[in-house]
C-alpha cells in the first residue's frame, strides 16, 4: 500500500445509493464504520488484487440524493446530488481503490468471493495495523508542533497584555484622572465619547474574564472608568 499510517484525511466516494446502502448496513452489522472496512480489506488483500476487482462505478444518471443546505446563501433549501459516502483514512488512496476495496468487503460478506491469503500477507498486515496504532497513541499523548507554537504565541501575548496593561488602582476608580489612566488616555487628554467607546471595546475585549488574556479586576475598573468618564463628558 501507498497510503501513510499518519494523519487521516476525508475521501468523497460517489458511488449508487444501494452500493452506499450496502457499505453502511454492514458497517452497521460488523460495528465498525465505512473506513474500517475499506481498510481491512486494503491491509490484508494484496494491491494488484484490488486493482484487478471489479470498480462498482460512479451513481447512473438519475441516481441523486436529497440534502438540506446547511450554510450559505441557500441555507435551508433542498439541493440533489451525487450519492456518495465519507470516509476517513490515511492519505494516498485512490478514491477507485477505496471503492473496489468495498466492493470486495460486501462480496466477501456474502461469501461471493473466496481469497487465499498467504501467510507473508497477515504477517504484513498485522505489522502495518500495529504501526498505525503505535502512530496514533504517539499522536494522542504528543501535542502536535503546531498546537505547541500556538501555547508557545499564547503565552507570549499574555505577557505583552500584562507589561502594557494599567495597574489595578487600589482604591479603584475615583476620579476623572484615574478613568483617563485606566482607559489608556493622557493624564491632561480630553477625549470625547466617540473615542472613549472605541477605547473600551478594545480593552473590554482584552480584559474580559472570558477571553484568554482576561482579568476581571481590571474589567471591573475598566467598566468604573467607562461609567465615571460617561457622567463626565456630554
Excluded at 503505535?134 to 504565541?153: D, F, H, I, N, T
Amino acid at each position: 500500500m501507498t497510503a501513510s499510517s499518519g494523519v487521516k484525511q476525508s475521501y468523497t466516494i460517489p458511488c449508487s445509493s444501494i452500493f452506499r446502502d450496502a457499505v453502511l448496513q454492514l458497517a452497521e452489522r460488523r460495528g465498525v464504520n465505512a473506513a474500517d472496512l475499506a481498510r481491512s480489506v486494503m491491509l490484508i488483500v494484496p494491491q494488484k488484487a484490488i486493482d484487478d476487482y471489479e470498480d462498482p462505478g460512479d451513481p447512473p444518471k438519475g441516481d441523486r440524493e436529497t440534502i438540506v443546505l446547511k450554510s450559505g446563501p441557500a441555507e435551508g433549501r433542498p439541493w440533489r446530488r451525487k450519492p456518495r459516502l465519507q470516509l476517513r483514512l490515511p492519505p494516498g488512496f485512490a478514491v477507485v481503490t477505496v471503492r473496489k476495496a468495498l466492493k470486495m468487503a460486501i462480496d466477501f460478506d456474502a461469501g461471493d468471493v473466496n481469497m487465499r491469503v498467504e501467510k507473508s500477507d497477515v504477517l504484513a498486515a498485522e505489522r502495518a495495523a500495529l504501526e498505525e496504532a503505535r502512530a496514533l497513541k504517539k499522536r494522542q499523548a504528543e501535542p502536535p508542533v503546531e498546537l505547541l507554537q500556538s501555547r508557545e504565541e499564547l503565552e507570549r501575548l499574555r505577557q505583552i497584555v500584562d507589561n502594557l496593561a494599567f495597574d489595578p488602582l487600589d482604591r479603584g476608580v475615583t476620579t476623572f484622572n484615574e478613568a483617563l489612566h485606566v482607559m489608556g488616555f493622557a493624564p491632561n487628554a480630553r477625549p470625547d465619547m466617540r473615542a472613549v467607546r472605541a477605547k473600551y471595546r478594545v480593552l473590554a475585549a482584552i480584559h474580559h474574564p472570558d477571553s484568554n488574556y482576561g482579568s476581571h479586576q481590571r474589567m471591573t475598573q475598566l467598566n468604573a472608568a467607562m461609567d465615571l468618564l460617561r457622567k463626565h463628558i456630554s
